[in-house]
T-cell receptor, first 111, second 113 residues
């Protein structure tokens, strides 16, 4: 989607390795979010940010950390990947008063 | 836990028919949103309805909101094969929520040509 990009699009990693997913926006929005999508669970919020260096936990934050050192970048790190973290990860931005704009997603497989 | 629950989980119709999907939620909300997701793609925002609104229209989409019943419905009229997708409702809770969305599990809509 215009204004928000995620990288990488696909990644296979081994159990126990650290992994960082990147979300980059060009819209200068204050709020950014990381969700994971799994069959039977819909989308669940991992972490969110309400400004540079301002982040907080979501519903399923265990095993994940985030950082936001610039308005445009929101990084999601799996400290030590586990098979339960195999999922599709979506980043989103929130223009106030409108719906979210989602990135295209990162499909992560932990083997 | 899921704030929004959609019904039905799957819906199969013929092109030209109308499709209705329902969503229920548990807590007070600031607004409710509907999204579409085509297979393997990101979510696309369809429509947002605020807690003080009862109905909104956008093209072939009609959304209603009943805050007394904590429920919403999405109607797609004159469906097309291209409407085949998963549809999610999502809510923003009242109060200070930083705009966080809580999603339901979605309805899979299949429109047969």
């Amino acid at each position: 989607d215009a204004g928000i990009t995620q990288s990488p699009r696909h990644k296979v990693t081994e159990t126990g390795t650290p992994v960082t997913l990147r979300c980059h926006q060009t819209e200068n929005h204050r709020y950014m979010y990381w969700y994971r999508q799994d069959p039977g669970h819909g989308l669940r919020l991992i972490h969110y940010s309400y400004g540079v260096k301002d982040t907080d936990k979501g519903e399923v934050s265990d095993g994940y950390s985030v950082s936001r050192s610039k308005t445009e970048d929101f990084l999601l790190t799996l400290e030590s990947a586990t098979s339960s973290q195999t999922s599709v990860y979506f980043c989103a931005i929130n223009p106030t008063g409108y719906g979210y704009t989602f990135g295209s997603g990162t499909r992560l497989t932990v083997v | 836990s899921q704030q929004g629950e959609e019904d039905p989980q799957a819906l199969s119709i013929q092109e030209g028919e109308n499709a209705t999907m329902n969503c229920s939620y548990k807590t007070s909300i600031n607004n409710l949103q509907w999204y579409r997701q085509n297979s393997g793609r990101g979510l696309v925002h369809l429509i947002l309805i605020r807690s003080n609104e009862r109905e909104k229209h956008s093209g072939r989409l009609r959304v209603t909101l009943d805050t007394s019943k904590k429920s919403s419905s999405l109607l797609i009229t004159a469906s097309r094969a291209a409407d085949t997708a998963s549809y999610f409702c999502a809510t923003v809770r009242g109060g200070t929520s930083y705009g966080k969305l809580t999603f339901g599990q979605g309805t899979i809509l299949t429109v047969h040509p």
